[in-house]
């Protein structure tokens, strides 16, 4: 009896001490950036702006389509994949995209949170564009053209299906990208995977001339 008497007092201390201890808030959630991965700011901090929302929106369903397998079968069979489903003329010629991979591969990464909110979004309204309209025009048609223009490796675009579905899907991503403007806001919202996720759209040889 007195065993019995002694460990429902435990219990009941531990239980005490549980309820005293400050529970978690998603803002204390932090999203570790691994110190040996150098991210360009300006590819951090881009500010997409509500003109680019069809623009995104097309890109990210078209990779989401695209199977695992292709992508992980290597760049001559994610071309093919692209001329069987008219999305690449085979006679086209095509720019190669020379720019290393600037972020790692979700896989790799041991500390990825990722924090959603988004009251901060609909609280703020329209983005005013820090790029001029020719600009961001510009840089709207390179996205838009970019599957049937650039060679990108199917590594980095399996990469870059990885973060949006960490992020939660095709419309999550979009809605994320055009409400952070910097990089601690994507920070902030998104996690990791929000900068990683810009800097590898940004990062790609064709999108960087037109964005820059």
């Known amino acids: 009896m007195k065993f019995l008497l002694t460990t429902a007092g435990l219990l009941a201390s531990l239980s005490s001490l549980a309820l005293a201890l400050p529970s978690p808030t998603p803002q204390e959630v932090t999203t570790v950036v691994p110190s040996d991965i150098e991210i360009d ?5 881009y500010n997409f702006t509500p003109a680019f929302t069809s623009s995104l929106d097309e890109l990210f369903n078209l990779l989401d389509s695209i199977p695992d397998s292709v992508l992980e079968s290597g ?3 994610l071309n093919q994949w ?10 086209a010629p095509l720019l190669i995209d020379t720019n290393p991979d600037v972020t790692p591969d979700l896989d790799s990464l041991d500390n990825l949170d990722i924090l959603i909110s988004d009251s901060d979004l609909a609280e703020r309204g329209v983005v005013v564009a820090r790029a001029t309209a020719w600009k961001i025009a510009k840089c709207v ?8 223009t650039t060679a990108v490796p199917a590594a ?3 990469k870059i299906k990885k973060y949006i579905k960490a992020l939660g899907g095709v419309q999550e991503s979009v809605k994320l990208m ?11 919202v998104g996690g990791t995977a929000l900068v ?5 759209i940004l990062g790609i040889s064709s999108v960087k001339a037109a964005c820059f």
């Open 141 to 148: 048609a390179s996205i838009v053209q970019l599957i049937a």
């Open 75 to 77: 760049d001559d069979a």
């Open 82 to 91: 692209f001329i069987d489903n008219d999305l690449r003329d085979p006679t």
């Open 196 to 200: 990683y996720l810009s800097a590898e």
């Open 178 to 188: 055009l409400g952070a403007t910097t990089k601690a806001e994507k920070l902030k």
């Open 41 to 45: 700011e300006s590819l951090a901090s």
């Open 156 to 158: 980095k675009l399996l």
